[in-house]
């Protein structure tokens, strides 16, 4: 299968609570490549529809077109060297927070390794991305600060380095009382779903001519 698209993804483990909680919520499993039955929750297909398309996961390296002369097995030989320089991190947990009007998963605790990590994954991997074009330069700079724009021209996403902020997105921009109902449902679904956390792995992923991402291989952390 052709992919536009990869990214370089945090994915609790496959076969987890947290992983499985997160494929019925947004009604996709991203490892298995498929829909899921979401819980009967008023609107919920509508508050997942746009992070349903990406699956469960914390952004490591925001998804990136391959550069002119790069191809897939050679980005997948990069990862794999690539992680296996990374030590086990661990999280105190996460917990559901609001972020603007969307709801998510972040970390509870210190987080300065956590944005190291993903720095240094940005950095390494930065050569396999191809540079935006003009349009859509112009098309992802409205709102934002200066240093997001030189993060956009640098890296081709404004939100990395000093701006990156490590979660699990689990809804689009939610009204009023959309939040209310989610929180409700989330609060329930939740507990103890979401802590230790431990980061031992990197997820390499791929967006298919649909627009649905899936899980291309995992590597393990050198531990």
């Known amino acids: 299968m052709a992919y536009t698209r990869f990214g370089i993804y ?14 019925r919520w947004l009604g996709w499993d991203i490892n298995e490549g ?7 929750i008023p609107h919920i297909a509508e508050i997942t529809r746009t992070p349903r398309k990406y699956g469960f996961h914390g ?3 925001p998804p990136f077109s391959l550069a002119p ?11 794999a060297a690539l992680a296996l320089t ?22 509870q605790g210190d987080t300065a390794a956590l944005a190291e990590m993903a720095a240094r994954i940005q950095r390494d991997l930065d050569m396999f991305r191809a540079p935006l074009t ?13 240093r997001q724009k ?26 009023k009382p959309q939040r209310a109902d989610a929180e409700a449902a989330l609060t329930t679904l939740l507990p103890d779903l ?13 967006e298919r001519a649909d627009g649905m991402f899936k899980t291309l291989h995992r590597y393990p952390f050198s531990g």
């Open 10 to 23: 945090y994915l609790p483990p496959a076969s987890g609570a947290l992983a499985e909680f997160g494929a």
């Open 34 to 40: 498929c829909a899921v039955t979401q819980p009967e």
């Open 59 to 61: 952004t490591l390296k």
């Open 69 to 79: 002369g790069r191809d897939i097995i050679q980005l997948q030989e990069a990862v």
């Open 86 to 107: 990374m030590p086990h991190l661990a999280l105190d947990g996460l917990e559901l927070s609001r972020l603007g009007r969307f709801l998510a998963l972040v970390p």
């Open 134 to 146: 003009e349009a859509e330069i112009d098309r992802r700079s409205g709102g934002l600060t200066a």
């Open 150 to 175: 030189a993060n956009l021209l640098t890296w081709g996403y404004p939100y990395v380095m000093e701006d990156f902020r490590f979660h699990l997105t689990l809804t689009d921009r939610l009204t």
């Open 194 to 206: 979401c802590r230790p956390v431990t980061l031992a792995e990197i997820a390499l992923v791929g």
